[in-house]
Nanobody, 124 residues
Framework: QVQLVESGGGLVQAGGSLRLSCAAS????????MGWFRQAPGKEREFVVA????????LSADSVRGRFTISRDNAKNTAYLQMNSLKPEDTAVYYC?????????????????WGQGTHVTVSS
């Protein structure tokens, strides 16, 4: 069982930046692709970004491409989401996710482990 703990959420003005972190409990962190999803009030949870086990492949949703970047540090068992040029429509609870591949992580059904979520609010 892998436990994922997110941190770094908060309130930011439009145009600002935030960096989220996802710390994993397992030393087998590098066996998992990592990703981020988000869920806005009244909406379904949606894919944001994903990164392969060794960091060589990164995938992102059209809505965040060029603004959000996922990275990972396997030595620290941690994944990151750097969010720049934030917009009010980015307001959501952001969830860290682990799965077998970056491509699979584009689908909620393929997520093996979820974090508890961290709130991000972007004011206009």
């Amino acid at each position: 069982q892998v436990q994922l703990v997110e941190s770094g959420g908060g309130l930011v003005q439009a145009g600002g930046s935030l960096r989220l972190s996802c710390a994993a409990s397992e030393h087998t962190f590098d066996r998992y692709a990592m990703g981020w999803f988000r869920q806005a009030p009244g909406k379904e949870r949606e894919f944001v970004v994903a990164i392969s086990k060794n960091g060589g492949l990164r995938l992102s949703a059209d809505s965040v491409r060029g603004r959000f970047t996922i990275s990972r540090d396997n030595a620290k068992n941690t994944a990151y989401l750097q969010m720049n040029s934030l917009k009010p429509e980015d307001t959501a609870v952001y969830y860290c996710a682990a799965g077998s591949s970056a491509a699979d992580l584009k689908m909620k059904s393929e997520v093996s482990y979820w974090g508890q979520g961290t709130h991000v609010t972007v004011s206009s």
